[in-house]
């Protein structure tokens, strides 16, 4: 037993030699790796990005635990605006044999990211795809990916995409994608294929029984085909789904009645609107309509009636209008004054808000070109104020 123990011992020395060995090289490793490290932060803070670079990038050469400091370098970069550069650490960080599948998985997403910020959509595309099968990247990847299709007008891809990310999510999509089937069926109605712009609507019905837009485009469909009540069934279906989308209704609504020789049914269902809705659009439109059918005394009655209590803009305007026709302009001077002010004020106001960012756009769009919010942008209120009475 004695002479066995003797015999361990050169291995014993050996090992513990061996042991210490490695643990100087580490620590000298781990010193050099932690002078570059400084000396690379002390380049960044001396706003020499390119060689803070070129020593974060010599020292990835060293082990994939670098990897970790690339890819927040990268992506520091590219919150600061500087993609190239962003572009430049994750491309190289993929080009590396010795990283994990998770950090490759990881740097493939960054580097989509960048050209994502760049632009470069093909290529944010191509990344992107690699990991739609990933579990621990699937929807970070699809939502990048509807995002791009969305730019690219790429309607059919966001519409499948966006249905997988909703099962795999469990978010609804639904409201985004009744959109983007409506974005198919204005391409469909551009092409007079009626047929397939009735399929697109109905889809997006379907998937969204709120999608206001779908009916105020069934009510332009039926309009074309010279199925007025049909439209009216459209138009008047928007007030219900949502009434701050109404007043882009009430032009075509006030046609249809008008080709069905109708005027008193629309003046009839004017008068039951205006009960829940006080908005310019309204007001000025029950006025236009009571002049019409009950002249001028009625409509004018209407307006100082609804104007005390619900002003607005377009409410004015109608009132000063009516008024000059019939001849106070000769009364009261200020009259055409009020009347350029209102016209004015009218021209050069935003009509449309984005309930989301805010963004104000004199036209409606469906998508915030601000905050890419499907929705958001409605027609503004011209109600100047409520008061008490
Ligand atoms: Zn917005």
């Not at 210490?20 to 001396?46: H, P, W």
């Not at 709120?210 to 459209?234: F, P, Q, S, T, V």
């Amino acid at each position: 037993m004695m002479e066995l123990l003797w015999l361990l011992l050169p291995v014993a020395a050996a090992s513990g030699w061996w042991v210490a060995r490695r643990e100087y090289l580490d620590r000298r490793g781990a010193t050099v790796r932690s002078a570059d490290y400084f000396k690379g932060l002390n380049y960044l803070i001396d706003d020499k990005p390119d060689q803070a670079i070129e020593v974060f990038t010599r020292m990835a050469d060293v082990d994939r635990d670098t990897a970790e400091m690339h890819l927040t370098l990268g992506n520091l970069f590219r919150r600061r605006g500087e993609v190239d550069r962003a572009i430049h650490i994750h491309g190289s960080l993929i080009a590396r044999s010795n990283l994990t599948t998770d950090q490759r998985h990881r740097s493939i997403l960054e580097l989509g990211e960048d050209y994502l910020r760049a632009g470069l959509f093909d290529r944010a595309e191509a990344l992107f795809q690699e990991l739609v099968e990933q579990p621990a990247h699937m929807e970070v990847a699809l939502s990048r990916l509807i995002h791009i299709f969305q730019q690219e007008k790429d309607w059919r891809q966001a519409i499948a995409y966006s249905d997988r990310l909703e099962q795999i999510s469990g978010d609804s999509k639904r409201r985004q994608t009744a959109h983007f089937c409506c974005e198919l069926a204005e391409a469909a109605n551009a092409r007079n294929d009626d047929a397939e712009t009735s399929s697109w609507l109905l889809d997006a019905l379907a998937r969204d029984a709120g999608c206001a837009r779908a009916n105020l485009l069934l009510g332009r469909l039926a309009m074309r085909m010279g199925d007025h009540r049909k439209a009216i069934e459209a138009f008047q279906a928007v007030e219900r789904q949502d009434r701050g989308y109404f007043p882009e209704a009430v032009v075509p609504l006030s046609q249809c009645y008008s080709a069905l020789g109708c005027p008193d049914e629309w003046l009839a269902y004017l008068r039951e609107v205006h009960e829940r809705d006080h908005s310019g659009r309204i007001t000025d439109t029950l006025a236009e309509w009571l002049l019409r059918l009950e002249g001028e005394e009625a409509a004018l009655q209407f307006l100082e009636r609804e104007l005390r209590e619900y002003p607005t803009l377009l409410g004015l305007r109608r009132l000063v209008d009516t008024k000059l026709a019939r001849g106070e302009g000769a009364k009261y001077a200020d009259l055409r004054t009020l009347q350029c002010i209102s016209v004015q004020m009218l021209n050069s106001a935003a009509r449309y808000r984005c309930s989301n960012c805010g963004f104000v756009v004199k036209s409606l769009h469906w998508c915030c070109p601000s905050c890419l919010q499907w929705n958001t942008i409605k027609p503004m209120s011209d109600l100047v104020m409520k008061t008490s009475g």
